[in-house]
């Protein structure tokens, strides 16, 4: 069976109910991007961009940036998680990639504009989880710290990729939310527009060594899936107030 037809025999036996966010400042929302750089986005930039120009990788990069523009002109506060890996340290069962430093790990151009707004916050992580990689070293959590420092009550996600670095994410805020660590955060939405994975279908797979088969489509799927049953509140259109 092709990928095509298992993701729509997926949108049939599991479908994703996605509904619509509207974003007002009673909401006390917070947009958080995750891993939207140059390693996972643009074409060539290492191991883990994409090979070619992709529609779904660059429709995400589209909408974040929307978004991101939104949350500026109406001074909400953003937080964005970034791959800074150390060189020595693998990260299986992915190739080397976004090493500290380099330009794979850098914002993509389209958001490099974010980080001279003051409502900016960037933080870079060693790790897939972004809530775990906001860490310090003192045991405190920078992430945590955005949340109470802003009074949030509604997390926006978006990011690459859904089935990993933005699904550990939801799934680690959620449990922490209720585990009571996030007050006053009330909500976790995810953006399925902004939302992007990578595709490394089954043909070309087989044929690289410790590879396993990730079919964007239905990875992409997967993970909004998960992410809904795990809590989130997955939508397909976000508007604002005027």
Known sequence: MASGQVLEVLKSEV???????????????????????????TVGAGNMAPVAPDKQIEGMVEESVKLAKEFTK??????????????DIPEPPYPPHCIAGTHE???????????????????SKDCIDGFIGSFNEDGSNAFIDWIQSHQIQLVLVVGICTDVCVLDFVCSTL??????????????AVYSQGCAT????????????????????IMHH???YIAKGRGANVVSEVSFSS
């Open 15 to 41: 479908p994703v109910d996605q509904g619509f966010l509207h974003l007002s400042d009673d909401l006390k929302p917070g947009l958080v991007l995750v891993d939207i750089i140059n390693g996972f986005c």
């Open 175 to 188: 449990s922490a939310r209720n585990h009571g660590l996030l007050n006053p955060l009330k909500d976790v």
């Open 222 to 224: 997967i993970g909004l």
């Open 74 to 87: 109406r001074n909400w506060p953003i937080y964005a998680v970034r791959d800074a890996h150390h060189p």
């Open 105 to 123: 790990s850098d914002l993509v151009p389209d958001l490099l504009w974010l980080e001279k707004d003051p409502n900016f916050t960037l933080r």
């Open 198 to 217: 990578f595709d490394l279908p089954l043909t070309v797979a087989r044929n690289v060594k410790g590879a396993i088969a990730h079919p964007q489509g």
